[in-house]
């Protein structure tokens, strides 16, 4: 199939979310490799890259964040000063242990990092609501992002009411009426976008574009992935306008071996999405394998 994925079959036209849907409920994972071949397809027999068949190419790089792994507030710390050296200015924290650490954490990563960073402690609902209200109550002074503290919605809702932090929903934001119930009670400032929580672009994209009729920043991310998924990102996020893109995932995406030539690279803290058609990059068979699913 030339420069795209290497599906064996041209694929069904008019795929929706609601048809899969009724095929198969959930297993977003499984479905965000079929709905990214699917776009990539679509940009082969367009000749157009991914980011223009999402929206457009909306100015420069797309800031990339690096992820802060667990670890004692000196640890963190100097985490950051080694990913600023890198040149990230976009940071976050693995918080939602013991309060009293967390806090420290954040306190200690603020310090170093640095004039112009934007800093996200994200909890993946590992509070309780008590720790949730300690932290933030403790970082109220400090210019930081707090992200998906408790586990449900209400309980993260109710945090939201107890601080004037910026606010980020992730988890609890896994459909388009999750959003638009959040947009409505005023729930958050930003959310996180994963691929595979919904089930591919399509419906990335979707909740994308009604973010940024609402007016709210977006976190392009994933939970993982090699050089195809950091080439879907790039482009999701560079046809992201700019003033609704908070930053995209990119630290837990570098994983060796390289599958394909042409993706992305950080540069300046930044990224780019290819500039040729489709995904823009040539996957490398020799380095994946044999198929383990040919369809006929």
Not at 22 to 49: E, F, M, N, V
Not at 163 to 191: K, Q
Not at 202 to 218: M, S
């Amino acid at each position: 199939m030339g420069r795209g994925l290497p599906i064996r079959r041209r694929l069904p036209s008019g795929l929706s979310s609601r048809r899969e849907d009724g095929t198969l409920k959930g297993h977003g994972y499984a479905k965000t490799a079929i709905d990214i071949a699917c776009w990539d397809l679509l940009g082969q027999s367009t000749r157009l890259p991914l980011c223009v068949l999402l929206g457009g190419r909306f100015g420069g790089a797309a800031d990339a964040y690096h992820e802060v792994t667990l670890g004692t507030p000196r640890e963190m710390a100097t985490r950051i000063t080694t990913y600023r050296a890198q040149g990230y200015r976009r940071f976050q924290l693995k918080v939602g242990g013991d309060a009293d650490e967390d806090v420290a954490r954040i306190r200690a990563t603020s310090a170093k990092a640095g004039r112009g960073a934007v800093l996200i402690a994200d909890a993946n609902g590992g509070w309780r609501m008590q720790d949730a209200a300690r932290v933030v109550r403790a970082v109220h002074a400090l210019d930081v992002y707090i992200e998906q503290p408790c586990p449900t919605y209400d309980e993260c809702l109710a945090i939201r009411r107890r601080t004037d932090r910026p606010f980020i929903l992730d988890e609890s934001i896994d459909s388009l009426a999750a959003l638009l119930r959040a947009h409505r009670d005023g729930a958050m400032d930003a959310i996180n976008i994963k691929l595979s929580k919904f089930g591919g672009l399509t419906r990335a994209r979707q909740i994308r574009d009604l973010c940024v009729e609402f007016g709210i920043p977006v976190n392009i991310d994933e939970t993982g992935g090699g050089d195809v998924t950091a080439a879907v990102l790039a482009h999701l996020a560079h046809s992201t306008p700019e003033r609704n893109r908070l930053a995209v995932a990119w630290s837990f995406l570098q994983v060796r071996p390289r599958t394909a030539s042409g993706a992305p690279r950080l540069k300046d803290g930044g990224i780019s999405a290819p500039t040729g058609p489709d995904l823009g990059i040539r996957v490398r068979e020799d380095v994946l394998g044999d198929p383990i699913l040919d369809f006929a």
